[in-house]
């Protein structure tokens, strides 16, 4: 496939020449060591906000840093965390955590609720802060667009959560469609079995009207930048990521781990249209929630010697046909993708493809591996911390993280609008033929929030 200069630098070539630019301008630990500053082996001090579910499992990994701070709403719910690290402040507002601890802490670990992600995160990079932001990147497409601006301009290294970008399998599968494993791609069909949608729970909530917050949750705050509504247990914890004003759905929770491995693989950038098919689902009444099944398809140009490609997916109980070449003793797609190329076919799961393999059985065991041209790396939050130190770009930094993300956030927009096809320009993020569409890129924030 070629030396390893060259596929990194056709990594860096997806990343964008600004995360390029990026890596340059940053300075390396090593070099602050040299003016008194803390050395490289110093450890970073983190500040954490969410540290609950995902929170709590992103802090495990990054124990073996200084955890100076925790930040959560709902100091219950993040009991178990809080309990762990004693010695870390302890907060309810991020926003107080960054005013006090502005000068004790390195970096800002966000794992929060999808509409909370960009004002955590911004308010973060504009203290010069490192952030580690849970997928989706954002809870719209402005907001992604805001973001990388503003970690090009302050300059700090970024690392969208999709973990398994940093697996083996996926710098494989890439090595694989790079050495020609199935010819020229043109189609993927990806999916999630996975159904959040909360339409039974739409008239419960309704009705419900004013119900007592628990005691240890801050429900103003739990709600940051999203319009007031009376707390109800249908929320929150975990359910939020069915209600569109909170979270994005299937397709938001798993398009950054599923799609990752083609969208580095084939340089797919972003999609020039979208539409989607949803069932059982009237966008007029249920639009505070996500169909409990969809089927989205998105057209990509042709890039350079590459041909266009269209995405298929598919969420809850929606399915690709089955592949011919599957095995009739092999297990159908569950969550993962099928990739199709002009000489053959690859199925792979989720968190960087994993489990990929050629079908059927018997071109897997005919193929010759080639040559690892991508450098491996211990895992996601390792890069993370490993990139800060040495003044480089992390493997799912923003540049890359944020156009991952619009296309699961153009797939939320295309369901709201089921059965309408939508032109994408990308550059000028904009829908060409629907002002509609175009009212739902940018999220209209409760007065007092903002980025």
């Not at 178990?80 to 390195?106: H, N, Q, V």
């Not at 970096?107 to 849970?134: F, L, N, Q, W």
């Not at 402005?142 to 398994?164: D, F, I, P, S």
Request: aromatic share 8%; proline share 6%.
């Amino acid at each position: 496939m070629g030396s390893g200069k060259t596929a990194v630098s056709r990594r860096r070539f997806m990343q964008g020449a600004a995360a390029g630019a990026m890596a340059f301008s940053l300075v390396p630990r090593r070099v602050l060591a040299q003016a008194g500053q803390p050395a490289p082996s110093d450890k970073l001090n983190l500040g954490c906000v969410g540290v609950a579910g995902r929170g709590g499992d992103n802090i495990n990994e990054l124990a073996g840093q200084n955890i100076v701070a925790l930040t959560d709403v709902d100091w219950a719910h993040a009991a178990k965390t809080l309990e762990k690290f004693p010695g870390a402040k302890r907060y309810k507002d991020y926003r107080k955590m960054l005013d006090e601890m502005d000068k004790s802490i390195d970096a800002v670990v966000v794992s929060t609720p999808d509409h909370t992600h960009a004002v955590a995160a911004m308010a973060a990079i504009k203290r010069g802060k490192h952030v580690y932001c849970e997928k989706p990147l954002a809870h719209s497409v402005w907001e992604v667009r805001q973001l990388m601006q503003a970690a090009r301009e302050h300059k700090v290294v970024t690392q969208l959560g999709n973990q398994g970008h940093s697996f083996d399998h996926i710098r494989m599968f890439c090595e694989w469609i790079w050495d020609g494993a199935i010819g020229k791609v043109t189609e993927v069909h990806a999916r999630c079995g996975s159904n959040y949608s909360k339409i039974r729970r739409l008239e419960e909530v309704a009705k419900a009207g004013e119900v007592a917050v628990p005691d240890m949750l801050d429900w103003d705050l739990w709600l940051g930048p999203a319009q007031h509504r009376p707390y109800h247990r249908a929320y929150l914890p975990g359910q939020w990521r069915g209600w569109m004003p909170f979270g994005c759905g299937v397709i938001g929770d798993w398009v950054c781990h599923v799609v990752d491995p083609v969208f580095w693989a084939l340089k797919l950038g972003a999609p020039t249209s979208v539409q989607a098919r949803t069932f059982d689902y009237n966008p007029t009444d249920h639009a505070d929630t996500f169909p409990p099944r969809s089927i989205v398809r998105y057209d990509f140009p042709a890039r350079g010697d590459l041909p266009p490609v269209t995405l298929m997916w598919y969420d809850g109980e929606a399915r690709p046909p089955r592949p011919a070449e599957l095995e009739s003793g092999r297990k159908d797609l569950d969550t993962g993708a099928i990739v199709v190329g002009d000489k053959g076919k690859i199925m792979y799961g989720s968190h960087g493809a994993g489990g990929a393999r050629i079908i059927p059985e018997s071109k897997m065991k005919e193929y010759k591996q080639p040559a690892k041209s991508l450098p491996r790396v211990k895992n996601h939050h390792a890069d993370w911390v490993a990139a800060i130190r040495d003044g480089k770009a992390a493997g799912s930094d923003f540049s890359y993280g944020g156009p991952l993300t619009e296309i699961a956030l153009l797939g939320v927009i295309a369901m709201r609008l089921s059965g309408q096809r939508l032109d994408w320009d990308g550059a000028n993020m904009r829908f060409t033929n629907s002002d509609e569409a175009n009212k739902l890129l940018t999220p209209t924030f409760r007065m007092g929030w903002s980025l």
